[in-house]
């Protein structure tokens, strides 16, 4: 063969594939895989009773509003607070229907253990057509294993669930150069959250940047897109959530001029976290992950050091955007002139999808998935159920973090001690640590002065006190 020959096989192997539509199951067979996954560690922490925090009830007491076409209250955030005064996330709403037949917050986890599932898909087929179906399953695989979606899934329901895919299918759509398609993807960004309004205009100003040498019409449409997502954003946070707020918005506390170099070692790592596993550093040649600034840009500029690092579901929607632009990169620089860095690019499908598969083993929420103790429920938890159950359905409690899951779908719950004025029918709470003092019934007269409870009932630290 002679090496022309050689030169144009070369080629061929090396020509990205053409974004068509031929049938491929690939893409939802890794979401089908990734489903049970999430489903298991979602629910079998909700079995255990091993929550953080109190984000599943509040999002549980406003779709079960919805779904019973009321205002979204959330008590746990004061009483009768409009969940839409906290954070502008409208789009919980579509969950309204499933709660209504399915009522209770293992519906919120599965929807969103289905939502992330959702989002490999446009991750991995976009990955096969542009780098060949190998590389395409080893990215859909360690995407739908990346840390940052790992975390999402641990830890309570958030809105952001609905943004994942999202952005999955707008970065879908930008590297098959759908540029209309991208857009109306990212359009319903502006009813997730507050913030990602920023994020849609950072994502049209790609697509401008993308179709302008071909599509200039498409490229100003764009433009006039970002344009529009900066406005809708300002106006959110200025205008719609004071409406429904009692006193504006309430995080711009979360803003105490710390600067960027506050925690820096923090945010470093948490960037590393983000750039290396994720992509080998090579997302970092693809415009695609200027879709993250927006996202990174209130985190690491908060006073909140909770922001700040790799916990908890911030890091969520930075997981399809900086794997679809380590997928932009590889197709980019693949087909460059620098022999090592092709070489290099071509194997970090497999570099990466080894990454996440040896984090997922050790250090990640999927270890869990070998432990016994995932799949059983403690006998602890069944002794408090069994206490919870005393209270009657549609009674008012003041509860805390531990028990509070077991009651937000037939009780109105408030938070142990942010009532405000309301003096509940019930008072239960954890007190295994003894936070609440050795008797609890004079914390909850502390709480109400002109109310007396009493202890009713007592499981595994978990006490319950009744009005009297």
């Known amino acids: 063969m002679t090496s022309d020959a050689i030169a144009r096989a070369a080629a061929v192997a090396q020509a990205p594939a053409k974004p068509g539509r031929a049938r491929w199951a690939g893409p939802w067979l890794v979401a089908g895989g990734l489903l049970p996954v999430y489903l298991v560690l979602s629910v079998g922490r909700f079995r255990r009773m091993e929550w953080a925090s109190w984000d599943l009830g509040i999002f549980e007491q406003a779709i079960r509003a919805y779904a019973h076409l009321q205002a979204p209250v959330a008590d746990l955030k ?86 994942v895919p999202l952005l999955a299918f707008a970065l879908e759509a930008v590297l098959d150069r759908r540029w209309r398609a991208a857009l109306l993807w990212g359009l319903p960004l502006l009813l997730v959250k507050e913030d990602l309004g920023f994020t849609l205009a950072a994502l049209a100003v790609v697509v401008a940047w993308r179709a302008m040498p071909t599509d200039r019409r498409a490229g100003w449409i764009a433009l006039g897109v970002a344009a529009g997502a900066v406005v809708f954003a300002v ?42 596993p994720t992509s080998g550093l090579l997302a970092l040649r693809s415009p695609l992950l200027l879709v993250a600034a927006p996202t990174l840009g209130w985190r690491f500029l908060s006073g909140d050091d909770h922001y700040w690092s790799t916990d908890w579901h911030y890091s969520a929607v930075l997981m399809p955007v900086v794997t679809l632009a380590l997928v ?56 408090v159920e069994e206490l919870l159950r005393r209270i009657p359905d549609g009674a008012t409690v003041e509860a805390d973090t531990g028990p509070l899951t077991r009651l937000t779908s037939r009780c109105r719950v408030l938070w142990i001690g942010g009532s405000k ?48």
Do not use: C
């Open 421 to 468: 004025g309301v003096v509940p029918d019930w008072i239960t709470l954890d007190n295994s640590s003894k936070w609440a003092g050795e008797d609890p019934a004079d914390y909850a007269h502390q709480l109400h002065p002109g109310a007396r409870f009493a202890l009713v009932g007592e499981a595994e630290g978990v006490v319950l006190m009744r009005r009297v």
């Open 235 to 276: 106006l959110v946070f200025t205008v719609f959530i004071p409406a429904f707020a009692a006193a504006g918005y309430g995080y711009w506390d979360k803003i105490d001029g710390a600067g960027p170099f506050a925690g820096l070692d923090t945010k470093l790592t948490t960037l590393a976290w983000v750039l290396i």
């Open 78 to 163: 004061g009483p009768g607070a409009n969940i839409l005064g906290d954070h502008f996330s409208p789009i919980i709403a579509l969950i309204a229907p499933f709660y209504r037949v399915f009522p209770g917050p293992l519906t919120l986890l599965a929807a969103q253990a289905a939502l992330f599932a959702l989002s490999a898909v446009p991750v991995t087929r976009v990955a096969g057509r542009l780098l060949g179906r190998p590389r395409g399953l080893a990215v859909g695989i360690a995407y739908g294993l990346s840390w940052g979606i790992q975390r999402a899934v641990e830890f309570d329901f958030h809105e952001i669930a609905f943004a």
């Open 328 to 383: 932009d990169a590889i197709d980019t620089v693949r087909r460059g002139e620098r022999p090592w860095l092709r070489a290099y690019a071509l194997q970090l499908p497999t570099a990466v999808l080894a990454a996440g598969l040896a984090l997922s083993a050790t250090s990640l929420p999927t270890e869990k998935l070998a432990q016994a103790a995932t799949y059983e429920k403690p006998a602890r938890v069944t002794a």
